[in-house]
């Protein structure tokens, strides 16, 4: 018995000695760490948290220019679908022609206008048409049917429908009369005037022409780079110059000032202000100006000019009939020597040659 308990207690000292359990360490509890080997710090342990991806900030395109309302290339893409044409009454008949007082619509507006139909049968395919763009005149004194009516009579004699229109705000057509030179909204009664004109039972929609005098030169000129649809255009005493010519070298007298406050007035010095000088900014100027894209007339022009003229500088004409040369478009230039901005010593002369010159290119 006492050599059992001697051998069992030899045992007991000899396990200790072999470090079985690490020292300082009991049944059930975790190791401590073992001497000459380094002890992790937390840094090297590894994070229970994934890591997220850092997000890319976005980046906001920069906003599209809104294109100024008398960009060219703006109004092409604008829609003028125009409207059935109502005679609203029967006026006095002329020589050899019908003339009623019509009126159509203009992004909603109803616009009035004169409406002459020659008598007889139409040849195939209807009458040839011409769209009759008037000069400046108050918008307050304007009268549908007073001012050029010589000028209406001499086409309507000749075998041409003619629609001479007023411009929204005057007479009776609605809207406001804004101007010509600084809004839009005469040129869009023009083009839908043209639409319209098409959509007439009587009128042929492929022989289109359009007669414009000073203001409304710039106006059948504007339009014959924006539509298609004019085959032709004559221009008397045109305010046909590009902007920065418009600027620098025009001065109108008083009696194209329109006395109707804030009518048309203050584009030159307010626009300069917002786009600068079109030595500053051409590209703004080009886009707004007719003769930057003389290269896209829908036609041939006809430009008649007063030497004497003292409302429109007959530099305007002559400096279009360069332009539309370079440009390889056709275009027949005549001058009156001291005739003034009617052309009432030529009168006669000046609408033959008009009469010619539509007959050549609509007839």
Known sequence: MRRTSLWVLAVLILVAGC????????????????PGMPTPTPSELPSATPTLPTATPSITPSPTPTPHPMDIQAMRAGSYPGSDIVIEQELERGANYSRYYASYLSEGLK?????TVPDGE???GGWPA???NHGYIPPSVYRTTERYVAYVDWLARNGYIVFRIDYRGHDRSEGEASGAYSSPGYLVDVLNAVASIQRFPQANPDKIGMWGHSMGGFLTLRAMVISKEIKVGVIWAGVVASYPDMLYNWRRSPSVITPTPGVGRGWRSGWMSVYGTPEE???FWDSISANSFL???SGPIQLHHGTADTEVPLDFSLSLAQQIQAAGGTVDLHTYADDNHNISNHFDIAMTRTIEFFNRYLK
């Not at 020292?23 to 401590?32: I, V, Y």
């Not at 616009?111 to 409406?115: E, R």
């Open 111 to 115: 616009i009035y206008a004169l409406l």
């Open 130 to 132: 011409i769209v009759f």
């Open 281 to 283: 900014n051409p590209a």
């Open 295 to 297: 290269a896209d007339l």
């Open 19 to 34: 470090g079985i359990l690490p020292a300082g360490s009991a049944p059930g509890e975790p190791p401590t760490a073992t």
């Open 122 to 124: 139409p040849p195939a």
